[in-house]
């Protein structure tokens, strides 16, 4: 069994044999002592520095000499301080009766660690077992058929029932069934078929927790709220066995009860019992007591979460919807709206409370009309709790992930907003800046989300777009998507000069007394006024490219190698080579 807890560090001169020794004598975190830390490798041979080491850890056993894991006196010592140190001695040590028994004395599952004529031995399993129950399942195959062994195992540990020999059949001998359900009520899952159907065990089973102690439903754990699972078909239907198992193991215990006991389920004064303990289990009564008033609303006070169970017309009570909503402790992804009636998710009022009760993370579960509303969605980033930004506005309405003012606000506390914004926003050179501005609270996640992203496909896409544009203009070489600013002064340089050349023809075909919406053709025609809103798309998108880029070397600055989130040169060789790829794959 290997340790990873942190070793003691010490100062002292490792080959000092009494500096060594002195040290050891002064640890109080004893299970944090590794030898290794405190003697040098020469030391570990020495008898008198191991026999202080494994007196204080036993599992420093390990890394000393195979001769001295051999040394009764060593091996002793290391045992009785740790029982697992057991593993690490000769082989001829793991047979010897005294130094297993000296580790089974200290816990019974020591005897996985003994020879196998050892684990095959009567007192020794005997005394394995007496410690602890369930080391039963290391002593040999004919001794866990042994009627006193698997009685004082039982006895110890009733889940130990587990590991006695099936050709036995001691689980179903009464008095070892008795000894097993009395210790652990866990144990009813391993006894005989013929004790699972009687009443009598079965009761004791559910009221008996790990040890012997009266279980109790309050701290009941899924391993006994489940003990019901265990009894025989007949008495999971019986009213006193599942009243009793909601008692003691709580109100889940009805999900073990068959849908067809109709009288059970549908027994107001079980549901009611039930739902009182776990709210949850008002999914397993019948749909009459789903519809039920008194027992719905005893449900949601005990779990909010339990409108999930109620009927269509509670889920569109405002006053039972509002109860539950109030009673949610740990609101963060519970999704409670979706519960709720269409009328009720379209109540804007309604919708406004709720998500300062559970979370504006419950936008995806209002109407259409409100995903579009700004108040709503505002008021839903408000109550965002420990929610991403992103998370809540990538159910808002289109409209609104478009909404600049909105967008801006989100992203400078969330830079994945980039990812779920409109597509006029993603190209927005301000708003690339805000995300790629690296600030210690904006997670690493978007410089390694990017390279799979539909955003860096879209951009890729509008590299194409552009790309194929400057070519049919010859402009293709001032394109260098290496240098962004380079092709981002280009633009201007090019926009400008068109912009020019634009004014100068539209002024000669006036001389000309050519009439103004004829000018305006004759402009479109010769391609100028297409020069002008490419060189504008360039610089805005190269505007971007520049902005994400200085955010990426940012983050390669701070000790990253990645090189994904660049569009590179290399997509540009291959445009180059397939003018006709249709898709955009290149590297980015």
């Known amino acids: 069994m290997a340790r990873k807890k942190k070793g003691l560090r010490f100062n002292h001169d490792k080959n000092d044999k009494q500096a060594i020794i002195a040290a050891i004598s002064q640890i109080t975190r004893k299970d944090c002592f590794d030898i290794r830390n405190a003697a040098s490798s020469a030391l570990l ?33 290391a045992v009785i301080s740790n029982w697992q140190a057991l593993q690490y001695c000769s082989e001829e040590l793991r047979a010897d009766f005294n130094i297993v028994k000296a580790a089974v004395e200290k ?74 359900v009395e ?41 006994f709220c489940s003990k019901l699972r265990h009894a025989s078909e007949e008495l999971k239907a019986d009213r006193e ?100 009636s269409s009328e009720l998710q379209g109540d804007k009022a309604f919708v406004l409370e709720a998500f300062t009760l559970v979370g504006g993370f419950n936008l995806q579960f209002v109407s259409p009309l409100l995903k579009g509303d700004r108040e709503v969605v505002e008021s839903a980033l408000q109550y965002r709790l420990h929610i991403r930004s992103s998370a809540i506005l990538s159910y808002a309405s289109e409209e609104l992930r478009g909404d600049r003012q909105l967008v801006r606000g989100a992203i400078a506390e969330d830079s994945k907003m980039l990812f779920i ?15 790629w501005d690296f600030r210690e609270d904006h997670d690493f996640d978007l410089y390694f989300d990017f390279k799979e992203s ?50 100068m023809t539209g002024e000669v075909l006036k001389l000309k007394e050519i009439p103004e919406d004829l000018r305006s053709c004759l402009i479109a025609f010769i391609g100028i006024e297409e020069d002008i809103n490419v060189a504008s798309k360039v610089i805005r998108f190269g505007s971007v490219l520049c902005q994400m880029k200085k955010g990426i070397l940012e983050f390669e600055d701070d000790g990253f190698d990645e090189n994904d989130g660049v569009i590179s040169s290399e997509m540009q060789e291959k445009q180059r080579a397939d003018d006709s790829n249709k898709n955009g794959e290149y590297a980015m």
């Open 45 to 77: 041979n020495d008898k008198e520095v191991v026999l202080a080491s494994v007196s204080t850890n036993g599992l420093n056993l390990e890394h000393i000499s195979p001769g001295l894991r051999a040394d009764r006196e060593v091996v002793s010592l």
């Open 107 to 180: 816990d019974g599952r020591a005897l996985q660690f003994g020879s196998m004529e050892l684990r095959a031995d009567r007192e020794m399993v005997t005394a394995a077992v007496t410690k602890h129950g369930q080391a039963l399942r290391y002593g040999s195959d004919q001794l866990k058929g042994d009627r006193e062994i698997v009685k004082a195992a039982v006895k110890n540990d009733g889940l130990a029932l587990k590991f006695c020999s099936s050709e036995s059949q001691l689980n179903d001998d009464g008095e070892i069934v008795r000894l097993a």
């Open 183 to 223: 210790n652990c009520g866990g144990a009813l899952e391993y006894v005989s078929e013929r004790f699972q159907n009687d009443k009598q065990t079965v009761l004791t089973a559910l009221r008996v927790s790990y040890g012997g102690q009266e279980q109790t439903a309050s701290d009941s754990s899924y391993a």
């Open 241 to 340: 066995v599942v009243l009793t198992a909601i008692r003691y193991c709580g109100g889940l215990s009805l999900r073990y009860v068959p849908i067809s006991s109709n009288e059970v389920i549908a027994d107001r004064d079980v549901i009611s019992a039930a739902v009182q303990s776990d709210g949850s289990a008002l999914e397993y009564a019948a749909p009459q007591l789903r519809a039920d008033r008194d027992i719905v609303w005893k449900a949601i006070k005990q779990n909010g979460m339990a409108l999930a169970f109620a009927s269509r017309a509670h889920q569109g009570d405002r006053e039972i919807v509002m109860a539950a909503l109030k009673q949610i402790n740990r609101p963060i992804f519970c999704g409670a709206l979706q519960y709720c």
């Open 421 to 435: 914004a409109s597509e006029e926003i993603q190209m927005d050179p301000d708003i690339v800046s805000l995300a």
């Open 454 to 503: 539909d955003l860096r496909r879209r951009y890729i896409q509008q590299v194409v777009k552009l790309h194929k544009d400057m070519v049919s203009r010859n402009k293709a070489q001032y394109l260098n998507l290496d240098d962004p600013d380079s092709t981002v002064f280009f633009a201007g340089g090019w926009q400008a000069e068109s912009l020019e050349k634009k004014w």
